[in-house]
């Protein structure tokens, strides 16, 4: 199966380039600022510690006021997890840190990823970067369109449960 155009959070909530986003209560947002805490506590490795701290910060941003200081701090957080173009990383570690600390800022701050669904995509990122591979490459292992393969990467759609047991396959961490 092809998961091209696959987007189960449906066409209305897909966050687009104004980055649309879910805005969560306070209650929900505690509560996922929680369960991120102790993920994080759990990471194996710098780039899913990075990510989370993002996640949290993401989140911690979903329902704030916007003042004019937020804006530029949020346009910050939302550039920094997405580098275009389709060639291998040549940076180094501490900017892949860097970049992953943003993808978790766009997840969180959209409001559509929970705990679980950030993991997955969490774990999708670092499936990429371990193998050294293009994001064309990824989408022909996971069997995706290399435009859906963007979506999940950065955080405007959610990554499907299915692509797990591709990871799994694929031998990408748990």
């Excluded at 940076?91 to 950030?118: E, M, T, W």
Aim: glycine share 12%; hydrophobic share 35%.
């Amino acid at each position: 199966m092809r998961y091209r155009d696959y987007n189960p959070l449906g066409k209305e909530q897909e966050m687009g380039s104004d980055q649309k986003h879910k805005p969560l209560t306070g209650e929900e947002i505690a509560r996922r600022i929680s369960a991120a805490e102790d993920t994080r506590l759990k990471a194996k490795s710098d780039y899913e510690g990075e990510y989370w701290d993002g996640f949290m910060r993401g989140l911690q941003r979903n329902n704030q006021a916007d003042d004019t200081l937020a804006k530029e701090d949020h346009g910050y957080w939302m550039s920094i997890g997405v580098r275009k173009g389709n060639t291998r990383s040549t940076v180094g570690k501490a900017d892949i840190n860097v970049r992953f600390r943003g993808l978790g800022y766009r997840a969180g701050y959209s409001g559509y990823y929970d705990v679980p669904q950030a993991a997955l995509h969490c774990r999708l990122l670092i499936a990429r970067i371990e193998r050294g591979w293009t994001q064309g490459e990824m989408a022909e292992a996971l069997g995706a369109g290399m435009r859906t393969l963007q979506h999940w990467e950065w955080a405007e759609r959610a990554v499907p449960g299915t692509v797990a047991k591709l990871l799994d396959v694929l031998g990408g961490k748990e």
